[in-house]
């Protein structure tokens, strides 16, 4: 009996000591795309009056949360809505291809699609000290003009993050879009959620990866999931 105790005993403290990944999504402070829903370029590197607002609340909306990785879409919204939290913190975030947006287009059709690689990325001068690229491949876009290829650079990123990341004890920060953040968080949960997943402009997503690999969603836009 007393072997029956201690292998109990033993597996207990083995779960306790189990690793925990905590994964968190921000979306993008809204721009005035999103307010006209007009997506120019100029619109899209351009924060709305309350977008300027909630930029300037992510730090505090972050306090108290310490990050392994940030990791941020190329796109200059992402970039700019983190910003404040990387001079605050006196860190850099890594620059992924791979959760830039995509998906919009849910009618044009590919038979044989392939991701590939498109235009280089360039760091803004006075954003270089804040922003680095994971490794050499991440410096190019992909083309994802396509719902196909969209799809295809999500499954690419889903798999960095479960490649890099399970089964360690870090907390990581994607800083990315509406279309891809919605598509990654899915993907990651082995179960769907109650409801579909809109991740709402600078509102912040959590989910937690238990022992046996599996995601759970613990809060989504900043609430609380039951």
Same mark, same amino acid.
Request: proline content about 5%; hydrophobic content about 40%; some cysteine.
């Given at each position: 009996?007393?072997?029956?105790?201690?292998?109990?005993?033993?597996?207990?403290?083995?779960?306790?000591?189990?690793?925990?990944?905590?994964?968190?999504?921000?979306?993008?402070?809204?721009?005035?795309?999103?307010?006209?829903?007009?997506?120019?370029?100029?619109?899209?590197?351009?924060?709305?009056?309350?977008?300027?607002?909630?930029?300037?609340?992510?730090?505090?909306?972050?306090?108290?949360?310490?990050?392994?990785?940030?990791?941020?879409?190329?796109?200059?919204? !992402?970039?700019?809505? +983190? =910003?404040?939290? #990387?001079?605050?913190?006196?860190?850099?975030?890594? %620059?992924? *291809?791979?959760?830039?947006?995509?998906?919009?287009?849910?009618?044009?059709?590919?038979?044989?699609?392939?991701?590939?690689?498109?235009?280089?990325?360039?760091?803004?001068?006075?954003?270089?000290?804040?922003?680095?690229?994971?490794?050499?491949?991440?410096?190019?876009?992909?083309?994802?003009?396509?719902?196909?290829?969209?799809?295809?650079?999500?499954?690419?990123?889903?798999?960095?993050?479960?490649?890099?990341?399970?089964?360690?004890?870090?907390?990581?920060?994607?800083?990315?879009?509406?279309? !891809?953040?919605?598509? +990654? =968080?899915?993907? #990651?949960?082995?179960?769907?959620?109650?409801?579909? %997943?809109? *991740?709402?402009?600078?509102?912040?997503?959590?989910?937690?990866?238990?022992?046996?690999?599996?995601?759970?969603?613990?809060?989504?836009?900043?609430?609380?999931?039951?």
């Amino acid at each position: 009996m007393r072997w029956l105790v201690v292998a109990v005993l033993l597996l207990v403290w083995s779960g306790a000591q189990a690793e925990t990944l905590d994964l968190y999504f921000l979306r993008h402070a809204q721009t005035m795309a999103n307010v006209t829903r007009t997506y120019t370029e100029e619109n899209q590197q351009t924060f709305s009056r309350w977008g300027r607002d909630q930029v300037e609340a992510v730090p505090e909306k972050l306090a108290g949360i310490e990050f392994d990785v940030v990791i941020v879409s190329p796109a200059w919204r !992402t970039q700019h809505t +983190i =910003l404040p939290v #990387l001079q605050e913190r006196g860190i850099q975030a890594e %620059i992924w *291809p791979e959760i830039y947006e995509c998906c919009w287009d849910r009618e044009t059709e590919e038979d044989e699609p392939a991701l590939v690689q498109g235009e280089r990325i360039v760091i803004e001068e006075d954003l270089q000290d804040h922003f680095q690229f994971r490794d050499d491949e991440s410096v190019y876009m992909y083309d994802v003009d396509t719902p196909a290829r969209g799809e295809l650079m999500v499954e690419r990123a889903v798999d960095l993050v479960r490649t890099r990341f399970s089964g360690t004890d870090k907390t990581i920060l994607l800083v990315s879009h509406y279309h !891809t953040g919605a598509r +990654i =968080l899915t993907a #990651l949960l082995d179960e769907p959620p109650d409801r579909p %997943i809109r *991740p709402a402009n600078a509102r912040l997503t959590h989910l937690q990866q238990d022992p046996d690999g599996r995601f759970r969603l613990l809060r989504l836009n900043d609430q609380t999931v039951e």
